[in-house]
């Protein structure tokens, strides 16, 4: 197995061949994966509800379905991670944004702004997390190598000592090196 899942009485297995080998409870066909039953990535198990993540970036669910935690929105394209809580899903976009849907009565389905900069996804039972990474040159932590990055490293120009916060290869200066790195990575996570 490439990786596994457990929802509330059921487990899913991710096989090497792409497809998903699901047992346990299947009162609500949480275990009844849709056919075709290849070319996943990633799998995730919710109360009684499954999701599977396609090579295309695209997202399956299946199983109970009482408060549309199966009802992926659209576009269902561009995903690269899912999560399951209780009685709600998550998709992580490759621009970085996280979509949620589901049940939202404790605001699990509620992204705080700005829904940008993150890499990582997941859901318990009635909250749901999303962790953020930074581009490097990203020096004010907004998730975008922009103007404003480029302002504080050069208003930190020749800083030595260690305490630089223009500094993008933590070598405990900012010089050269670190404007190339800046300039770089330009542009990125400013979606």
């Known amino acids: 197995l490439r990786a596994v899942a457990a929802g509330y009485y059921h487990s899913l297995g991710l096989k090497a061949d792409g497809s998903i080998v699901a047992w346990g409870t299947n009162n609500y066909g949480q275990c009844d994966v849709p056919a075709p039953n290849t070319d996943f990535v990633a799998v995730a198990g919710g109360y009684y509800h499954s999701l599977g993540l396609k090579a295309d970036g695209s997202i399956v669910a299946w199983g109970y379905n009482n ?19 209780d009685w709600h899903s998550l998709g992580l ?12 009565g404790q605001g699990q389905c509620d992204v705080p702004a700005p829904n940008t900069g993150f890499v990582a996804v997941a859901a318990g039972e009635d909250h749901s997390l999303g ?15 922009d103007q404003s990055d480029l302002g504080i490293l050069l208003g930190d120009w020749n800083c030595t000592g260690g305490d630089c916060p223009g500094d993008c290869d933590d070598d405990g200066d900012t010089d050269q090196a670190d404007l190339g790195i800046l300039l770089a990575n330009w542009g990125e996570g400013c979606w």
Do not use: E, M, R
């Open 67 to 85: 408060y549309g935690q199966c009802d992926v929105p659209t576009p269902n394209t561009d995903f690269v991670a899912v999560a399951a809580g």
């Open 93 to 104: 976009k490759s621009n970085g944004s996280i979509v949620a849907w589901g049940y939202n």
């Open 131 to 145: 962790i953020k990474g930074y581009p490097h040159g990203d020096l004010n932590g907004d998730g975008c190598v």
